[in-house]
């Protein structure tokens, strides 16, 4: 693998602070943080009352504040109901429009991390930070860091590795790897219809079921113990790239000679002639079965996930 950094178009950073910031994110966000350890990012989801997620999304702490990354049109429902229910309590919400989010991988980035932040961090999701901001490590296919920095940081990063950047393939490069991860996300098109397990984020650490009470959290927790889930998130693979592919796109299996409606296109990827998807299929879907796109002859093959998984058998 070649060393690679790329700025991140499609993300933004919501900021939280206040003397109120952790205990009023508890009660609106899926994971645990009245007793959140520093120098840790997690994954998480914020939900509806129905349990639907309006969002899902990496938290992390920096300096008194934390920071959410997340897909931007998810991340601006978040900001909204977040700054509706926030009135209550002694936070401030607001997009943080001058922090941009960087990812790389490589000796060269991970010298550009010790650099500025005079270690890099060493294990899955630990964090460092600094006055230039957060990086975060993300073990995907090899060590990743994700680079969460304010205007000072970028500057940095423009000033000693220009040369490093690749603004084009790199950003769909990162989308391939992530959802290599088998980490889905929302957008404009799936908000509002998911619970957090139908993307798979109870196996990424990203619900904790015995903490008290958050938006949605008695349908979370009903799904969990009733058994009441009957989709999940799926990794699709192509050998060719997929013209035509949409957030929202449906899939379909074959049933016979027919074609039937199988599942829906939550996100996409196309790298080197090939297109990598994420698909939230029933959760009894075999790996190797073959899907296509409605009205296409063109196909994917469901491939293994990353994390232990179970296929439920119907």
């Given at each position: 693998?070649e060393?690679?950094?790329t700025?991140?178009?499609?993300?933004?950073?919501?900021?939280?602070?206040?003397?109120?910031?952790?205990?009023?994110?508890?009660?609106?966000?899926?994971?645990?943080?009245?007793?959140?350890?520093?120098?840790?990012?997690?994954f998480?989801?914020?939900?509806?009352f129905?349990?639907k997620?309006?969002?899902s999304?990496?938290?992390?702490?920096?300096?008194?504040?934390?920071?959410?990354?997340?897909?931007?049109?998810?991340?601006?429902?978040?900001?909204?109901?977040?700054?509706?229910?926030g009135v209550?309590?002694?936070?401030?919400?607001?997009?943080?429009e001058?922090?941009?989010?960087?990812?790389g991988?490589?000796?060269?980035?991970?010298k550009?991390?010790?650099?500025?932040?005079?270690?890099?961090?060493q294990?899955?999701?630990?964090?460092?930070?600094?006055?230039?901001?957060?990086?975060?490590?993300?073990?995907?296919?090899?060590?990743?860091?994700?680079?969460?920095?304010?205007?000072?940081?970028?500057?940095?990063?423009?000033?000693n590795?220009?040369?490093?950047?690749?603004e084009?393939?790199?950003?769909q490069?990162?989308?391939y790897?992530?959802?290599g991860?088998g980490?889905?996300n929302?957008?404009?098109?799936?908000?509002?219809e998911?619970?957090?397990?139908m993307?798979?984020?109870?196996?990424?650490?990203?619900?904790?079921?015995?903490?008290?009470?958050?938006?949605?959290q008695e349908?979370?927790?009903?799904?969990?113990?009733?058994?009441?889930?009957?989709?999940?998130?799926?990794?699709?693979?192509?050998?060719?790239?997929?013209s035509?592919?949409?957030?929202?796109?449906?899939?379909?299996?074959?049933?016979?000679?027919?074609?039937?409606?199988?599942?829906?296109?939550?996100?996409?990827a196309?790298?080197?002639?090939?297109t990598?998807?994420?698909?939230?299929?029933?959760?009894?879907t075999?790996?190797?079965?073959?899907?296509?796109?409605?009205?296409?002859?063109?196909?994917?093959?469901?491939?293994?996930?990353?994390?232990?998984?179970?296929?439920?058998?119907?």
């Open positions: 693998m060393d690679f950094l700025k991140l178009s499609k993300q933004t950073v919501l900021q939280i602070s206040g003397v109120d910031t952790r205990k009023y994110l508890h009660g609106q966000v899926s994971v645990e943080l009245e007793n959140w350890q520093s120098n840790t990012a997690r998480a989801a914020h939900c509806d129905k349990g997620m309006w969002n999304f990496l938290i992390c702490d920096q300096g008194e504040n934390m920071l959410i990354s997340g897909h931007h049109e998810a991340n601006t429902v978040s900001l909204e109901q977040l700054k509706k229910y209550f309590s002694k936070v401030e919400i607001r997009e943080a001058e922090y941009s989010i960087f990812v991988a490589g000796k060269d980035v991970e550009l991390v010790e650099d500025m932040f005079a270690s890099a961090p294990s899955y999701m630990s964090t460092v930070q600094n006055d230039f901001g957060v990086a975060i490590r993300m073990d995907f296919e090899y060590t990743t860091y994700k680079l969460i920095l304010n205007a000072d940081g970028v500057k940095y990063v423009e000033q590795a220009a040369t490093l950047i690749d084009q393939l790199g950003e490069y990162v989308e790897l992530e959802i991860a980490i889905g929302i957008q404009a098109k799936t908000v509002g998911f619970v957090p397990q993307l798979n984020l109870q196996y990424l650490n990203a619900i904790d079921f015995d903490k008290g009470c958050y938006m949605g349908v979370v927790a009903r799904t969990k113990f009733l058994g009441k889930n009957k989709r999940a998130t799926y990794i699709l693979n192509a050998n060719e790239a997929v035509k592919l949409n957030i929202g796109d449906p899939v379909e299996i074959q049933v016979g000679e027919n074609w039937r409606r199988a599942g829906k296109i939550i996100r996409f196309n790298v080197n002639g090939k990598r998807a994420l698909a939230v299929l029933p959760n009894d075999e790996y190797g079965t073959v899907l296509k796109l409605k009205d296409s002859t063109e196909r994917f093959t469901v491939s293994e996930h990353p994390y232990p998984f179970e296929i439920v058998k119907q």
